[in-house]
């Protein structure tokens, strides 16, 4: 059975703070993601990696680091937190492959809000 | 610029009637469009997918219907049921890795 898990389902930062989320898969998968849910907005993706090592920004990067050591683990870090900030954030990963009719979709994780005060 | 657009925000519907939702997209470049239910406090879970050089998947009581020319595709759910209910997102991708989702569809399946 496929697994991905988020550190935490709640959290509850100050505005400045270092915030740390992360995210772990069990499936070998080689692409990570970390997008945020808005109501309104749909699901936007800030982050996502395809190797150990390598990141690609999304459309909203702004505001947001990730860091990715080991293939199994993601981490999205929000510098210095603010209230615009406040979001549930997901995470996902799929695996690695090339167009034209391939499948691999993304497995996600339960998700973390993350409310910034 | 929103690429995916799901331009009904909720839908409510009959035990046992259909369930259409609707999708439209501007970028003719997607070669892959896939569906997504979230149920709340859950992340998405992959439902059914379909590739561009096809127009129409089936799986079960879900199907997805593809009309490029239109850049439309549809989720059709028969017969509804009330664990139905839940935020479906249409998603579409360029080439293996990112992937663009609306904003959503609430559907509410009434016993």
């Known amino acids: 059975d496929v697994k991905v898990t988020q550190s935490s389902r709640y959290l509850v930062k100050r505005t400045g703070e270092k915030v740390f989320l992360e995210c772990v898969q069990d499936m070998d998968h080689e692409n990570m993601f970390w997008y945020r849910q808005d109501p309104g907005l749909g699901l936007r993706l800030i982050y996502f990696?395809?190797?150990?090592?390598?990141?690609e920004k999304g459309d909203i990067p702004e505001g947001y680091s990730v860091s990715r050591e080991k293939k199994e683990r993601f981490s999205l870090i929000l510098e210095s937190a603010s209230t615009n900030q406040t979001s549930m954030y997901l995470c996902?990963?799929?695996?690695?492959?090339?167009?034209?009719?391939?499948?691999?979709?993304?497995?996600f994780g339960p998700g973390t809000r993350l409310t910034v005060t | 610029d929103q690429q995916v657009k799901q331009n009904s925000p909720s839908l409510s519907v009959q035990e046992g009637r259909i369930s259409i939702l609707n999708c439209d997209y501007t970028?003719?470049?997607?070669?892959?469009f896939l569906w997504y239910k979230k149920y709340p406090a859950e992340g998405p879970t992959f439902l059914i997918s379909?590739?561009?050089?096809?127009d129409k998947n089936e799986d079960g009581r879900f199907t997805v219907f593809l009309n490029k020319s239109a850049k439309h595709l549809s989720l059709h759910i028969v017969p509804s049921q009330p664990g139905d209910s839940a935020v479906y997102f249409c998603a579409a991708r360029v080439g293996y890795q990112k992937v663009t989702f609306g904003i959503g569809t609430k559907l509410q399946v009434i016993p």
């Open positions: 996902a990963s799929s695996l690695f492959g090339t167009s034209g009719g391939s499948n691999y979709e993304q497995y």
């Open positions: 970028n003719s470049m997607f070669d892959y």
């Open positions: 990696s395809y190797d150990v090592k390598m990141k």
């Open positions: 379909i590739s561009s050089i096809k």
